[in-house]
């Protein structure tokens, strides 16, 4: 059973940074795509990067381009390095895994989430 645990979330002021972290378990992720998503209140949930299984291939939002980092240390761990927060970052973010290589940002499995707060 795929399990996906977030950690790292947290108070921040604008302008400061966090990282998050993805534990993943259940199987062998090495060959399949992780990534990122967060849900605003009120909003959509809205993709944020992904990682493909060799950590080679990685994909951003527009909105966070150039200040997130996605990464990956071996099959089953993922980060996502957030830098220059915005109060508009402020979020529940959620890990993803998809049973691809690689995606569009459709993802198949999702985390609890962890909240991430911006403070302006």
């Known amino acids: 059973q795929v399990r996906l645990v977030e950690s790292g979330g947290g108070l921040v002021q604008a302008g400061g940074s966090l990282r998050l972290s993805c534990a993943a378990s259940g199987s062998d992720f090495s060959n399949l795509a992780m990534g990122w998503t967060r849900q605003a209140p009120g909003k959509e949930r809205e993709f944020v990067a992904i990682?493909?299984?060799?950590?080679?291939?990685k994909h951003y939002a527009d909105s966070v381009s150039g200040r997130f980092t996605v990464s990956r240390d071996n099959a089953n761990k993922m980060y996502l390095q957030m830098n220059n927060l915005k109060p508009g970052d402020t979020a529940i973010y959620y890990c993803a895994l998809s049973n691809l290589p690689w995606t569009n940002g459709a993802f198949d499995y999702w985390g609890q989430g962890t909240q991430v707060t911006v403070s302006s």
């Open positions: 990682v493909s299984g060799s950590g080679r291939s």
